[in-house]
């Protein structure tokens, strides 16, 4: 079984900046993906960015240019650099593994921006 715990969400001003991170800890398989997905109610939960065991990052096109993703494959942590935030970043983010068999979430972290 695999437990993922996020952090680093909260309330900050348009044009900010926050940090996610995300630690998996149980029987993890390699090669893996980690990612962030974001959900807002009434809608689908939808992919933020996600970066491969190996380093291969991936982003959404809303969050490209302003969003970062990387990982500690020792620590088995990813983390989401989060600059120039937007009101229309205002979601649950959730941390997201994905293994060859088997998909694992977090409970998700609240980002709120003001504008």
């Known amino acids: 079984q695999v437990q993922l715990v996020e952090s680093g969400g909260g309330l900050v001003q348009a044009g900010g900046s926050l940090r996610l991170s995300c630690v998996a800890s149980?029987?993890?398989?390699?090669?893996?993906?980690m990612g962030w997905y974001r959900q807002t109610p009434g809608k689908q939960r939808e992919l933020v960015a996600d970066?491969?065991?190996?380093?291969?990052?991936k982003y959404a096109d809303s969050v490209k240019g302003r969003f970062t993703i990387s990982r500690d494959n020792v620590k088995n942590t990813v983390y989401l650099q989060m600059n120039s935030l937007e009101p229309e970043d205002t979601a649950v983010y959730y941390c997201?593994?994905?293994?060859?068999?088997?998909?694992?979430w977090g409970q998700g972290t609240q980002v709120t921006v003001s504008s």
């Open positions: 997201k593994l994905t293994e060859r068999f088997r998909n694992s």
């Open positions: 149980g029987n993890i398989f390699s090669p893996n993906a």
């Open positions: 970066i491969t065991s190996g380093g291969a990052p």
